[in-house]
Nanobody
Framework: QVQLVESGGGLVQAGGSLRLSCTAS????MAWFRQAPGKEREFVAA????????YVTNSVKGRFTISRDNAKNTVYLQMNSLKPEDTAVYYC??????????????????WGQGTQVTVSS
């Protein structure tokens, strides 16, 4: 059983930066999803178990970067140039199998509890 614990959310002004962290007890493929109020949970970024392969959704490409440090069992989401529309609960996710590209919810085996990110205008 893989346990995921997120941290790093908070309130930031538009244009600012935040870094989310997710500590995983195992090292499966990892991803970040987000869910804004009244909207479905959507994929943000994914990284393979080795860290050699990443994929970022178009809406955050060039602003968000996913990375991992397997020695620390931690995955990061560096978020720069934040916009009010990035406001959401961000969820860390783990997948035992990942075909590449945007990870689907059906590929996710483990979820974190979520961390709130609020971007003020």
């Amino acid at each position: 059983q893989v346990q995921l614990v997120e941290s790093g959310g908070g309130l930031v002004q538009a244009g600012g930066s935040l870094r989310l962290s997710c500590t995983a007890s195992g090292t499966p493929h990892m991803a970040w999803f987000r869910q804004a109020p009244g909207k479905e949970r959507e994929f943000v970024a994914a990284i393979s178990s080795s860290g050699g392969r990443t994929y970022v959704t178009n809406s955050v490409k060039g602003r968000f970067t996913i990375s991992r440090d397997n020695a620390k069992n931690t995955v990061y989401l560096q978020m720069n140039s934040l916009k009010p529309e990035d406001t959401a609960v961000y969820y860390c996710a783990g997948a035992l199998n990942w075909r590449g590209g945007a990870m689907t919810r059906y590929e996710v085996d483990y979820w974190g509890q979520g961390t709130q990110v609020t971007v003020s205008s």
